[in-house]
């Protein structure tokens, strides 16, 4: 195991080497790398002349497997191999051996206890300049690729202290590195995703400055006329979204850009629900005034897509809650120009059949939450068009069918305004409709809703591997269990908190005060003809909870 400069040797020994590293999941449990490492490795591969061809060989196979090795090294060690890399990712001149060290660095820094060791923050200064000086040298686009990905990996889990001075380097070296990569859409992707994995990790304290870098790479990612459009649009779109999340104010770089989602989302892409997400946070990040210019292009997203029969039911959910997001935040003013969605949302309900599907259940909660939103406008329209009988009739045959108690609750609240505000017209359903309600009380006694809840945040299974949705875990991270983003969370569930009537109203007085309006406005005969249909266990429960027949 001496060094030599015998080429048969050191052939040989960078066979062992490579054995070592293919099979270290095998040697694992019987080799301690990081023993080797330190007692012999480090110590042969640093000492000779840096600009001999042995010692380059040795450095680029030691160096390569560190990072095949990365994830046996206890978090005690992770320092000194980051060191070891740094010194010869900056020390040596050999591309072959700096990319192969870049990679290990990158592997090093994916463990998760990586972001606890105490790397000083001037090393990864360093190691960020060495990168970017290394990208200018490299002539192929899979090497770029490579050192931007290995940027991207170091920002996602470096120490905390270090994110500032990481931000401020990056920010001044992705226009330089973006003008270079003209010709090289595949390693502007990459860019984008770095951008994107810094934008994430900093959220609520992301510059200014980065901001509008980010939006200058969103403009050109999206903008259909540039060619590479079709390979950056998605990735672009992820970016805009985390922008858009992580701003705590509008900047007008990012108002400025709203009008061009609808014109993506009448595009057939799989980023469509990515635009609605982005609708979304512009509409808790803008003031009503602001949203309201934009409202038009916003009711023709969804006019269309809940007009279409094209997407699966999972991202059919998707859009509808993005909806209820929206009429929570402004229902006033959305339900004011949003006549055509209602009615379409209507016209699902009504094809209603006997058995029912998941999705129907769903059309008929967005129906509903109209009637709790905007109760006077909701009546009034179904009035208009005599479909109040109907959709107080489709809310108590497809109550068994309702997913969560949040579908449950929000459709008991729905016919307890119905019978306050169309009591002449759903009479015939008012008995059933206090045992459904009856059993919700009894319900939430037992099992409150808690946090935030939504009513379509119930999902169907992934239907295929090319589902819709698929692609949203993959280019913004989302969580499976609800499709929402995880910054995004905190101020939609803000919102909903603060003003949803599912969270905020109490069911037993909204049944008091309904079952009492509906006495008083249809009179005791058919008062005493509903009070006969309601079963002996239904006036138990409404006994129980004070509720007078």
């Given at each position: 195991?001496?060094?030599?400069?015998?080429?048969?040797?050191?052939?040989a020994?960078?066979?062992?080497?490579?054995?070592?590293?293919?099979?270290?999941?095998?040697?694992?449990?019987?080799?301690?790398?990081?023993?080797?490492?330190?007692?012999?490795?480090?110590?042969?591969?640093?000492?000779?002349?840096?600009h001999?061809?042995?010692?380059?060989?040795?450095?680029?196979?030691?160096?390569?497997?560190?990072?095949?090795?990365s994830?046996?090294?206890?978090?005690?060690?992770?320092?000194s191999?980051?060191?070891?890399?740094?010194?010869?990712?900056?020390?040596d001149?050999?591309?072959?051996?700096?990319?192969?060290?870049?990679?290990?660095?990158?592997?090093?820094?994916?463990e998760?206890?990586?972001?606890?060791?105490?790397?000083?923050?001037?090393?990864?200064?360093?190691?960020?300049?060495?990168?970017?000086?290394?990208?200018?040298?490299?002539?192929?686009?899979?090497?770029?690729?490579?050192?931007?990905?290995?940027?991207a990996?170091?920002?996602?889990?470096?120490p905390?202290?270090?994110?500032p001075?990481?931000?401020?380097?990056?920010?001044?070296?992705i226009?330089?590195?973006?003008?270079?990569?003209?010709?090289?859409?595949?390693?502007?992707?990459?860019?984008?995703?770095?951008?994107n994995s810094?934008v994430?990790?900093?959220?609520?304290?992301?510059?200014?400055n980065?901001?509008?870098?980010?939006?200058?790479?969103?403009?050109?990612?999206?903008?259909?006329?540039h060619?590479?459009?079709?390979?950056?649009?998605?990735?672009?779109?992820?970016?805009?979204?985390?922008?858009?999340?992580?701003?705590?104010?509008?900047?007008?770089?990012?108002?400025?850009?709203?009008?061009?989602?609808?014109?993506?989302?009448?595009?057939?892409?799989?980023?469509?629900?990515?635009c609605?997400?982005?609708?979304?946070?512009?509409?808790?990040?803008?003031?009503?005034?602001?949203?309201?210019?934009?409202?038009?292009?916003?009711?023709?997203?969804?006019?269309?897509?809940?007009?279409?029969?094209?997407?699966?039911?999972?991202?059919?959910v998707?859009?509808?809650?993005?909806?209820?997001?929206?009429?929570?935040?402004?229902?006033?003013?959305?339900?004011?120009?949003?006549?055509?969605?209602v009615?379409?949302?209507?016209?699902?309900?009504?094809?209603l059949?006997?058995?029912?599907?998941?999705?129907?259940?769903?059309?008929?909660?967005?129906?509903t939450?109209?009637?709790?939103?905007?109760?006077?406008e909701?009546?009034?329209?179904l009035?208009?068009?005599?479909?109040?009988?109907?959709v107080?009739?489709?809310?108590?045959r497809?109550f068994?069918?309702?997913?969560?108690?949040?579908?449950?609750?929000?459709?008991?609240?729905?016919?307890?305004?119905?019978?306050?505000?169309?009591?002449?017209?759903?009479?015939?359903?008012?008995?059933?409709?206090?045992?459904?309600?009856?059993?919700?009380?009894?319900?939430?006694?037992?099992?409150?809703?808690?946090?935030?809840?939504?009513?379509?945040?119930h999902?169907?299974?992934?239907?295929?591997?090319?589902?819709d949705?698929?692609?949203l875990?993959?280019?913004?991270?989302?969580?499976?269990?609800?499709?929402?983003?995880?910054?995004?969370s905190?101020r939609?569930?803000?919102?909903?908190?603060?003003?949803?009537?599912?969270?905020?109203c109490?069911?037993?007085?909204?049944l008091r005060?309904s079952?009492?309006?509906?006495?008083a406005?249809?009179?005791?005969?058919?008062?005493?003809?509903?009070l006969?249909?309601?079963?002996?266990?239904?006036?138990?429960?409404l006994?129980?909870?004070?509720?007078?027949?």
């Amino acid at each position: 195991w001496v060094l030599s400069k015998d080429l048969e040797q050191v052939l040989a020994r960078d066979a062992v080497l490579l054995a070592v590293g293919i099979g270290h999941w095998t040697l694992s449990g019987h080799l301690d790398f990081s023993q080797l490492f330190i007692n012999r490795l480090q110590q042969e591969t640093l000492k000779g002349n840096e600009h001999s061809d042995v010692v380059r060989v040795m450095r680029r196979r030691v160096g390569w497997l560190v990072g095949q090795w990365s994830d046996t090294i206890i978090p005690e060690h992770f320092v000194s191999f980051f060191q070891f890399l740094l010194h010869i990712l900056e020390s040596d001149e050999d591309m072959v051996v700096r990319l192969s060290v870049a990679m290990s660095i990158r592997a090093l820094v994916n463990e998760e206890a990586f972001i606890h060791c105490p790397v000083p923050t001037e090393s990864l200064v360093r190691m960020f300049q060495t990168f970017l000086l290394l990208f200018s040298h490299a002539t192929h686009s899979p090497h770029r690729q490579s050192l931007i990905s290995s940027i991207a990996a170091v920002l996602m889990t470096a120490p905390e202290d270090s994110i500032p001075a990481l931000t401020a380097e990056i920010s001044s070296a992705i226009p330089v590195v973006w003008n270079m990569t003209a010709k090289e859409p595949s390693v502007r992707q990459s860019i984008i995703s770095a951008v994107n994995s810094l934008v994430k990790r900093i959220n609520k304290n992301c510059p200014p400055n980065l901001i509008h870098i980010a939006t200058e790479m969103i403009w050109h990612a999206t903008n259909a006329q540039h060619a590479d459009s079709l390979i950056l649009m998605e990735d672009g779109l992820s970016l805009w979204l985390n922008v858009v999340m992580a701003s705590q104010v509008m900047f007008p770089q990012l108002l400025s850009m709203f009008g061009v989602i609808p014109r993506l989302a009448q595009g057939d892409f799989d980023g469509l629900l990515l635009c609605f997400y982005l609708v979304q946070e512009y509409a808790l990040l803008e003031e009503e005034a602001v949203f309201a210019t934009q409202l038009p292009l916003v009711i023709g997203m969804f006019d269309s897509v809940i007009a279409t029969t094209n997407l699966k039911d999972r991202s059919t959910v998707i859009v509808l809650r993005v909806w209820d997001t929206l009429l929570l935040r402004f229902p006033k003013l959305l339900f004011g120009v949003s006549d055509s969605i209602v009615k379409r949302l209507l016209t699902h309900v009504m094809q209603l059949n006997e058995d029912g599907t998941f999705l129907q259940s769903h059309y008929l909660c967005a129906v509903t939450r109209c009637l709790l939103l905007c109760p006077d406008e909701m009546v009034s329209l179904l009035q208009q068009h005599n479909a109040a009988t109907m959709v107080m009739s489709s809310c108590v045959r497809m109550f068994d069918l309702l997913a969560n108690s949040a579908q449950r609750k929000v459709v008991a609240m729905a016919l307890c305004g119905l019978m306050h505000s169309c009591a002449q017209s759903v009479a015939d359903d008012v008995a059933e409709a206090i045992a459904h309600i009856a059993g919700v009380v009894v319900e939430l006694r037992e099992r409150p809703l808690a946090g935030c809840v939504s009513v379509h945040d119930h999902l169907p299974p992934i239907e295929s591997e090319d589902d819709d949705v698929d692609l949203l875990a993959v280019v913004v991270d989302f969580d499976m269990d609800t499709d929402d983003p995880s910054v995004s969370s905190a101020r939609r569930h803000s919102l909903i908190e603060s003003r949803d009537p599912l969270l905020l109203c109490d069911l037993v007085v909204m049944l008091r005060q309904s079952l009492a309006q509906f006495q008083a406005t249809v009179g005791p005969s058919v008062s005493q003809r509903v009070l006969m249909a309601i079963d002996s266990d239904t006036k138990s429960v409404l006994a129980g909870i004070g509720v007078l027949l």
